[in-house]
């Protein structure tokens, strides 16, 4: 046994007997129904347990499933920043998070479609509590990372997934995948938590700018035109400020999947950012040693923003939000009595306060206005 084995994903030899249980189970016929309607129940069971390794995984059923959720989902799915990763090597690919799955999903196409290597993924524990779950996460190159727990306990396993990390990437050779926070952007401001990057750290030397040099750190952002469950986050948002915390109900994380995966998503946008260099690393260290993982969340963020795919519904909502027509050249009439009749959701939200609510859902769409605008 090996000090990653509870966390790694599955070894190719354990993958066929998860399969075995995935075809099994009772989640299934739904899925089997919306992906493939046209294929019997048992042929779609079958289909599962022949697959053998992580990558005829991804080959035979997630390649499928994102461009069956691009035709039905979406308007259209476009990469730009291939120049940018056209040297294949190990990186550690930061990325903003506005949907638990989709994210990396759409980024692990375009890795399979340009010939690249998968990433292994980060897999919160939290989303990890349905056996489900469980096999198709570890059979699909996921790794487990601890929430909660002691403080002496969280550091512990933040010192595991630091070495993981950089085991995968300098040992094993492979790219792996990483939110730039703890959890989901919800209110549209994405920014990356220093405290991240210094856990990348930890497994290191006491060198920072060789230690994290070594893990090619590449920002990565996806862009949504309609935000990855807009109406739940904006309700979380809402009641976290009305009583100052927010308890998840039951199955919730399982909500938010399928309900990022069904809605309609319009365009979706991914962008591959310049690595991280080592120069960038060592002027970062000379300017403010002790500010050292805060400047460099600030680089990452500036790279994020700066190439957030904005559509019409950002400008919309920043103009609702400040009561001007400051982008009004940037959006149709009918855009904009689009996006109207969608916020109409809102009216009938019971004992809310609808003003309160509504701010909070347009600033999911206009704060990435802003983000772009304070990049340049």
Known sequence: MTDFDDIRPYRDDEIPAAMQRIADSELIPPIASYLM??????????????????NELQVVLIKKTVEILTERTTLGFERTGLENISEEKPRLYVS?????????????????????????????????????????????KMFRTERGGSPREFFRS?????????????????????????GRTKDG?????????????????????????????????VSYEWESCDKLKALELYYTKKNGTYEKKPNEDLNSIITGIMQQKGHVHLHFCPTITEAELSELEKEAPELFFV?????????????????????????????????????TPEEKARFLQYMSWIDECQETDHDLLKSLFLGIYANPVDNINNSK
Not at 158 to 182: C, D, F, G, K
């Open 37 to 54: 309607p046209d294929m019997p129940i048992e042929a779609f069971r079958d289909m599962i347990r022949n697959i053998r390794s992580a």
């Open 189 to 221: 401001l994405d920014l990356t938590d220093p405290a991240t990057l210094k856990m990348f750290s930890l497994s290191g030397s006491e060198d920072w700018v060789r230690s994290l040099a070594e893990l090619n750190i590449t920002p990565v952002v």
């Open 96 to 140: 903003n998070h506005r949907d638990i799955v989709l994210d990396v999903m759409f980024l692990q196409y375009v890795l399979n479609a340009i010939g690249q290597e998968t990433c292994q993924v980060t897999f919160g524990s939290n989303l990890m509590s349905h056996p489900f779950m469980v096999d198709f996460g570890r059979s699909n």
């Open 158 to 182: 933040l010192m595991r997934l630091s070495a993981y990390i950089r085991h995968v990437i300098t040992e094993e050779h492979e790219p792996v995948w990483i939110a730039q926070r703890n």
């Open 295 to 331: 400047h460099l969340a600030e680089l990452i963020d500036q790279r994020i923003h700066a190439n957030y795919h904005l559509y019409p519904n950002n400008f919309i909502a920043h103009d609702l939000l400040s009561g001007t027509e400051t982008y009004a050249n940037r959006y």
